[in-house]
């Protein structure tokens, strides 16, 4: 049966609430329909989207009954930018939406409650984001380089002059940096920059798929000079990154509250809101309270983002992570705040061969912050280590639940403590934190 043509005529619909990707959930002559920039309760005109992309979606032209949550988004980029879709969301609205995500997704994947809900943690909403990876494209009709996030549909780059989530450091040079790739004879074959901010300075990598000539490399370190921005090239895959001129990374960032400073290459994996990375430290300490006699296991560990500040507290800490550069880090940064009661190892942890790496000895707490495929290869190594507290730190719900699913009904645990944490505001993305006690502790 052919499909049914959608006609490309403005129409009203009711919003019944939000979905997955922040787009309100409508229903439009029987169909299901995702619209854009529209919100719980609000009736709006909306228009049919076109393309592969965007099919079952609609766009928002005219809100007639407003929320009362609703606010003005202060991007001039919003609605045609990817990297925000919450923005005309109010900030609180925004935290209990999340909270509320998470918990739907225990309950709905795991059919667990916890025993106590986290308040959400929140901070910084706005120039939070120190790690970015902006696309390039020479557009013929514009007459420029465009640099900047891609657009929601997701073939062409945001034309964007500032940008209010990017961390300042790397936001006032979107115009700049946008006038010195159109300067260059490599405009053409430089797809992305990737941006990446400490405290103080910014470093900016350059993906080139062609040699760069010397006219090129002499724009770029003038470009370095005159902005004090440190530039980095990437010609081939992430290993190939070289810094244009001699010299150590100047990145850093540190703790708020635990006096630790932590320095990191371009590359490596930090937390993007640092003020948030702050209080969720916090939390985490303040929930696995390691006493100053105990063990702690910090798998996924990275440069020591939770490992620094355990050890100030536990008797032994050891960190296992599988990128070596990272491990390599994290023992620097160790010695460079004068902690000696941890140590970090390279270990694959979703590997076969992890039993030669694996720590010996029993824990008495684990902490765990794994990527988006969650921490299920090492679960029952977790339960095996004897740890009555299990601290996990997910930037995924959905793997979160299903790890929580196997390690209560599995390994004897049950959930202690859960809450959501507003890692990136203005954007669909949840971050959470979950406490796991053993049965009868």
């Not at 760069?212 to 440190?230: A, V």
Request: with cysteine; glycine share 8%; proline share 7%.
């Amino acid at each position: 049966m052919a499909r049914r043509r959608v006609s490309p005529d403005p129409f009203e619909t009711r919003i019944a609430s939000l979905d997955k990707d922040g787009r309100g959930r409508a229903e439009h002559e029987g169909r299901p329909l995702a619209v854009w920039d529209a919100l719980p309760g609000e009736q709006v005109v909306a228009r049919y989207l076109f393309g592969r992309r965007f099919r079952g979606q609609a766009g928002t032209l005219e809100v007639l009954e407003a929320s009362s949550e609703r606010v003005d988004p202060p991007c001039p980029s919003f609605g045609t930018c990817s990297a925000c879709s919450l923005q005309h969301l109010a900030a609180p609205a925004q935290l209990s939406w999340k909270q509320e995500r998470l918990f739907d997704e225990l309950r709905q994947l795991a059919d667990l409650e916890p025993e106590r809900r986290l308040p959400p943690l929140d901070a910084e909403r706005w120039g939070y984001r120190r790690k970015a990876r902006l696309s390039v494209r020479d557009v013929a009709g514009k007459e420029r380089v465009l640099v900047g996030f891609r657009e929601r549909d997701g073939r062409f780059v945001t034309d964007m002059r500032t940008c209010h989530t990017l961390h300042p450091l790397v936001a006032r040079e979107l115009p700049a940096l946008s006038d010195l790739v159109g300067a260059l004879e490599a405009r053409r074959t430089i797809p992305q920059i990737e941006a990446s901010c400490g405290d103080e300075h910014a470093a900016l990598v350059f993906r080139h798929l062609e040699p760069l000539s010397e006219d090129d490399l002499e724009r770029l370190r003038r470009f370095e000079s005159e902005r004090d921005i440190r530039v980095y090239l990437q010609p081939k895959g992430p290993d190939t990154v070289a810094p244009l001129s001699p010299g150590p990374s100047r990145l850093a960032y540190r703790l708020p509250g635990e006096d630790l400073e932590f320095r990191f290459e371009p590359l490596d994996f930090v937390q993007v809101n640092n003020d948030l990375n702050g209080r969720m430290v916090a939390q985490a300490l303040e929930l696995l309270a390691p006493a100053a006699e105990e063990r702690v296991l910090d798998l996924f560990c990275g440069l020591g983002n939770f490992s620094l500040p355990l050890a100030r507290c536990a008797a032994e800490v050891i960190g296992l992570e599988g990128d070596e550069g990272l491990v390599r880090r994290a023992g620097e940064n160790a010695a460079l705040n004068g902690l000696d009661n941890l140590r970090f190892e390279a270990a694959d942890l979703y590997g076969e061969d992890l039993g030669p790496r694996w720590p010996a000895g029993d824990f008495d707490a684990v902490l765990l912050d794994p990527p988006r495929s969650g921490a299920g290869p090492v679960l029952a190594r977790i339960a095996a280590t004897g740890a009555r507290r299990v601290l996990y730190v997910s930037c995924n719900p959905r793997t979160l639940a299903e790890d929580a699913s196997i390690l209560c009904r599995e390994h004897g645990f049950r959930l202690a403590a859960a809450g959501a944490m507003d890692m990136f505001p203005q954007t669909t993305h949840i971050e959470a934190m979950a406490l796991f006690t053993r049965a009868g502790h």
